[in-house]
Nanobody
Framework: QVQVVESGGGLVQPGGSLRLSCEVS????????IGWFRQGPGKEREGVSC????????DYINSVKGRFTISRDNAKNTVYLQMNNLKPEDTAVYYC????????????????WGQGTQVTVSS
């Protein structure tokens, strides 16, 4: 079965960095787009960034452009989200999910989810 495991979250001060990892098993990873999402306290889950099977990517939130970078290592079945210059408003549980088609912002279009990893940005 498909398994999705996120890791790398933690507590960081404003301006700090974290690298999140998303390991996916149980499907032909090379053929899947992988999306990163986040859900802040009292908020709906929202799309952050997505990387296509080709390796090209798209950011969905203007505030993360230039600060977050998504990448993938097909040999490790893993997608990364490098987050720099973190801000308190980035505080959320971060999730990733695979999709056997084009990237899309709507979480409803993704079928498999991990447990998420908590990112807290606070001084």
């Amino acid at each position: 079965q498909v398994q999705v495991v996120e890791s790398g979250g933690g507590l960081v001060q404003p301006g700090g960095s974290l690298r999140l990892s998303c390991e996916v098993s149980g499907l032909p990873f090379d053929n899947y787009a992988i999306g990163w999402f986040r859900q802040g306290p009292g908020k709906e889950r929202e799309g952050v960034s997505c990387i296509r099977s080709s390796g090209s990517s798209i950011d969905y939130i203007n505030s993360v452009k230039g600060r977050f970078t998504i990448s993938r290592d097909n040999a490790k079945n893993t997608v990364y989200l490098q987050m720099n210059n973190l801000k308190p408003e980035d505080t959320a549980v971060y999730y990733c999910a695979p999709r056997h088609s084009f990237c899309t912002t709507s979480p409803a279009n993704y079928d498999h989810w991990g447990q998420g990893t908590q990112v807290t940005v606070s001084s």
